[in-house]
């Protein structure tokens, strides 16, 4: 019993330690948001301090980090709902048919490296005239959000009762009926999962936006890694927009924590 | 109902794929079309002592993290599972990590190792430790960016192996209870092979991911001091972008992804020698 007693104990502290290295950064990180210019690089570190908002009255001063925030909202919807609307019929398809190879062949998208895209579709793009809009930024981010959708979709689509959609189909039902009135009622859950883990990846990646956004759709991730690009001395501001662009991230998440790493592991189970 | 998601996909994935290695065999001048030069782009990748240094940093940021996070990940892991302690708020604390953007992982490395301001040479300080240059040492830097990136995946690999360890049949630890196996012993002959699609899965996810490592060694260091953070994939986009040596570029990302592909198929077939 002592020795069980003890086990705890030593597992308590061990946890504890754990969630101080992890949490401590991101705590650092949200404090010297909130401090003065001064404070924010003060050694011995200033636990107590009177918090002030003007690091995220400079921010937004600077007028255009409002527009690149609105540019990653866009841009994070939009790849959302097209990876939405053509990642849930594929899935229901290929749960209905039983049928995996497309969607083995969307992890082809989530192994390459960015950068091997980058090059092509600058070319494609510059073609069609559409370099430096958002349009470009929802597309190439619906590369990220496709292969999620469809992956998270698959075992809540596969749990549909086959007679369910039969039934429907004998009542005189078309394909697109089915999907929306019949299918997708019973997966919301799922649907759930893959729209916030598809909005806060697009909102999350870096590489696309950095070589093929212009100054009108640059996202607010870009914009931030320009601000630590220049030298902002400012570090009170720097942290300011690094409270900015993870919050959307942490608080989506937060609604589907359970789910969280079951979504993100999909696809590396089976495929 | 595929059709729309397979037109998307042959044009923003297949096509840009098979571009991309057509341009690895061509030759590039500006206000020229591309001209095929029969793989003289490879033959320059095996002449380039750059090339060489990018693929040694590469695999040792790769096996470094990969090792440190599956180790520390699978400890943690059953810790949590033990008293299934992932609930609440410890479990946003351990999400928190891996759902931040890499921006702003970034930008925390910056001014938390900070040689002169950063509270991380302080902390050193007040253990009478000497000061370390994080992010502009040449001998260490990759260590660094290693140790950033198992601050932050660490706690993801744990919530997997916790997962799989809590879907494990109970009778079997009951029995091995009964005859007595305790401790390391328990570990060694029964948790671990039982836990080895787990450890496989999380060990496929982690592999993609530090081999065409990408944000965070681009936002601290660019690749720098000098070459001493250039994985393959940061010289990649350093060629094509900066450099506009876009053939080039092309052969060292295409080959980047066959190193991929190919370790993701190893693990598939270490996975079926760990299934039970």
Same mark, same amino acid.
């Not at chain 1, 806060?200 to 009108?216: D, H, R």
């Not at chain 2, 923003?12 to 003289?40: D, H, K, T």
């Not at chain 2, 948790?191 to 999380?202: D, I």
């Given at each position: 019993?002592? %020795?069980?007693?003890?086990? #705890? ?30 404070? =924010? ?15 995220? @009255? ?15 909202? =866009? ?8 990876? !939405? ?32 895209? !980058? ?39 596969? %749990? ?22 019949? =299918? ?13 883990? &598809? ?13 093929? &956004? ?9 914009? &931030? ?16 927009? @690094? ?14 924590? #359970? ?7 999909? *696809?590396?189970?089976? *495929? | ?8 996909? $042959? ?48 695999? !040792? ?6 090792? @440190?996070?599956?180790?520390? $990940?699978?400890? !943690? %892991? ?9 609930? $609440? ?92 196996? #305790? *401790? ?11 836990? %080895? ?52 570029? &092309? ?19 270490? #996975? ?5």
């Amino acid at each position: 019993m002592v %020795g069980r007693r003890l086990g #705890r104990a030593a597992d308590a502290v061990a946890l504890g330690a754990v969630l101080l290295v992890l949490a401590a950064p991101v705590l650092w990180v949200l404090l010297s948001a909130f401090k003065t210019r001064t404070e =924010v690089a003060a050694l011995p570190p200033r636990l107590l301090f009177t918090p002030t908002l003007e690091n995220f @009255a400079e921010l937004f001063g600077r007028g255009d980090f409002l527009d690149y925030t609105w540019n990653s909202f =866009v841009v994070a919807g939009g790849s959302m709902l097209l990876g !939405l609307v053509l990642g849930f019929p594929a899935a229901f398809a290929m749960a209905w048919h039983r049928m995996t190879w497309p969607a083995t062949a969307t992890l082809f998208a989530r192994m390459a490296p960015g950068t091997l895209f !980058l090059l092509p579709w600058l070319v494609m793009f510059t073609s069609v005239g559409l370099t430096g809009t958002r349009t470009v930024l929802v597309l190439t981010h619906a590369v990220i959000t496709l292969p999620i959708t469809i992956w998270v979709l698959l075992p809540y689509l596969e %749990g549909v009762p086959r007679e369910l959609i039969e039934s429907a189909q004998i009542d005189g039902a078309r394909a697109h009926q089915v999907l929306l009135r019949v =299918v997708l009622p019973v997966v919301v859950p799922g649907v759930v999962v893959a729209a916030i883990l &598809s909005f806060v990846f697009s909102w999350n990646y870096f590489l696309f936006a950095l070589v093929l &956004s212009g100054l009108e759709s640059k996202t607010a991730i870009v914009a &931030s890694f320009n601000f630590v690009g220049e030298g902002v001395t400012n570090w009170g501001a720097l942290m300011a927009a @690094a409270v900015v662009i993870a919050a959307p991230p942490l608080i989506l998440t937060m609604l589907i924590q #359970r789910r969280l790493v079951g979504g993100l592991a999909a *696809g590396a189970v089976k *495929g | 109902m595929v059709a729309p998601a397979l037109v998307f996909a $042959g044009v923003m994935i297949v096509f840009p794929f098979g571009y991309a290695v057509w341009l690895s065999l061509c030759e590039i001048a500006l206000g020229q079309p591309p001209r095929l030069n029969g793989g003289a782009n490879y033959a320059r990748l095996a002449a380039d002592a750059d090339f060489w240094n990018g693929l040694r940093l590469t695999l !040792l940021l790769y096996v470094i993290s990969l090792v @440190a996070q599956l180790v520390i $990940g699978t400890w !943690l %892991g059953l810790l949590l599972a033990r008293s299934r302690w992932a609930r $609440g708020i410890i479990r946003t604390i351990l999400v928190s990590p891996f759902m931040l953007p890499p921006v702003v992982i970034g930008m925390m490395a910056i001014v938390i190792l900070d040689p002169s301001f950063g509270i991380a040479n302080w902390i050193l300080a007040q253990l009478g430790l000497p000061p370390r240059l994080w992010l502009s040492d040449p001998d260490t830097v990759i260590l660094t960016v290693a140790a950033i990136d198992t601050w932050q995946w660490t706690p993801f690999v744990a919530l997997i192996v916790m997962g799989g360890y809590l879907s494990l049949p109970g009778e079997v630890f009951e029995a091995a209870e009964v005859d007595g196996a #305790r *401790g390391w012993q328990r570990f060694r002959r029964l948790t671990l092979p039982l836990l %080895g699609p787990t450890l496989v899965t999380a060990a496929v996810l982690r592999s993609v991911d530090l081999l065409r490592f990408f944000d965070v060694i681009y936002i601290t260091t660019q690749g720098g001091p000098g070459t001493a953070s250039t994985t393959l994939n940061i010289m990649a986009y350093r060629r094509g972008f900066e450099f506009f040596d876009i053939g080039y570029a &092309s052969a060292i990302m295409v080959t980047l992804s066959a190193i991929i592909f190919g370790s993701v198929l190893a693990f598939a077939r270490l #996975r079926r020698a760990v299934t039970w």
